[in-house]
């Protein structure tokens, strides 16, 4: 007789539903988070037997757990299982009994699982892009301290990062408290530097034998790094059957509310991939002032604001992408 189990994951705590082909719930039980006490419940189910959980909270080794026992993991969709089992009465054992009759009845709501090297190749981009952001708020924060005493601005000055910048800022007469904070901020952005160039050595490496990187950055708007991260999130672009699909998954596409004959398109869902969707605005910004874009900028942005018009050329270079590696993937099977 097949066996499903639901598994709703938590950081400490998770609630595990195993149901027979019936729909009869033979265990649902609340155990520790982590390898041990899950095979103590899982374990002795047959090989291949299909577990769902949702995408949540420090779910990669709950993957690796499944795939190494040889069961069958399925990756549920939060939103979308929300809106097909929504119930009046909500809380873990119901939820993981919810997720093995959707798996049981074949209506779950899958999420892609991305390989585990597409996995680590995000964990690496991403993490550059929090600590490029990290820094950010601490250039932020001397620009804060340095407008408190009235000399936010250098006569000639662009930046306060650069030798020039570094020596204006030496030579400013400041309060004690204020030197001290400016001097501390600029270490902290020192050693953050080390660690973002030190990443992007090893992405350099990484772009060189990609031949999608190369083709990418045929694109305007679209460098190394950018390319990379594009790669990293997009993953499988077969997986896509059209370029409105990735779009979509991407959270660029509109929202649609439609009855009888009147149909409402609305702002951009976003709900899809955050780190795609902001990274192609990021490209788009570069975009725009490009043969290719700058006149669909401009009309887009008198009719519709500048907002608009970068989403805009940020659905339309993403719809490029999708073109390239495709292409690419058909070069590669040839």
């Not at 609630?15 to 374990?43: C, F, H, T, W, Y």
């Not at 119901?94 to 995000?122: F, G, K, N, S």
């Not at 990021?282 to 604001?305: M, Q, T």
């Amino acid at each position: 007789m097949q066996t499903y189990v639901g598994i709703d994951v938590h950081r400490r705590r998770s609630q595990i539903a195993v149901m027979d082909s019936g729909g009869q719930v033979a265990v649902n039980r609340n155990v520790p988070s982590g390898r041990e006490p899950l095979l103590k419940v899982i374990g002795d189910l047959p090989l291949g037997t299909p577990v769902a959980f949702e995408a949540a909270f420090g779910w990669g080794w709950l993957i690796e757990l499944l795939q190494e026992h040889d069961f069958e993991p399925h990756l549920a969709h939060p939103l979308q299982c929300k809106a097909i089992a929504s119930a009046r009465l909500k809380n873990d054992k119901v939820d993981a009994a919810t997720l093995a009759h959707l798996l049981r009845a074949d209506l779950l709501p899958e999420a892609w699982i991305a390989p585990p090297p597409v996995r680590q190749q995000r964990m690496v981009l991403r993490h550059r892009a929090q600590l490029v952001r990290l820094r950010t708020l601490l250039r932020n924060r001397i620009h804060a301290v340095l407008a408190d005493q009235g000399c936010d601005r250098g006569s000639g000055t662009r930046n306060y990062w650069g030798a020039s910048g570094r020596q204006w800022l030496d030579g400013l007469r400041l309060p004690a408290a204020s030197r001290t904070v400016i001097v501390d901020l600029l270490a902290a952005i020192d050693a953050l530097q080390l660690l973002i160039d030190r990443l992007d050595t090893a992405l350099a490496e990484t772009a060189k034998g990609d031949p999608r990187v190369k083709a990418l950055t045929t694109l305007p708007g679209i460098g190394r790094l950018t390319a990379l991260i594009v790669l990293a999130e997009v993953g499988d672009v077969s997986r896509f059957g059209s370029a409105r699909k990735l779009a979509s998954w991407a959270g660029l596409t509109p929202t649609v509310r439609g009855s009888d004959r009147v149909v409402r398109y609305g702002h951009i869902s976003k709900q899809g991939d955050p780190w795609l969707r902001w990274i192609m605005c990021e490209a788009a910004h570069v975009a725009k002032r490009s043969p290719d874009y700058i006149d669909f900028y401009a009309r887009v942005a008198h009719r519709r604001g500048k907002k608009i018009a970068i989403i805009a050329v940020a659905r339309k270079l993403l719809t490029r992408v999708y073109h390239v590696l495709r292409e690419a993937e058909a070069t590669n099977h040839v």
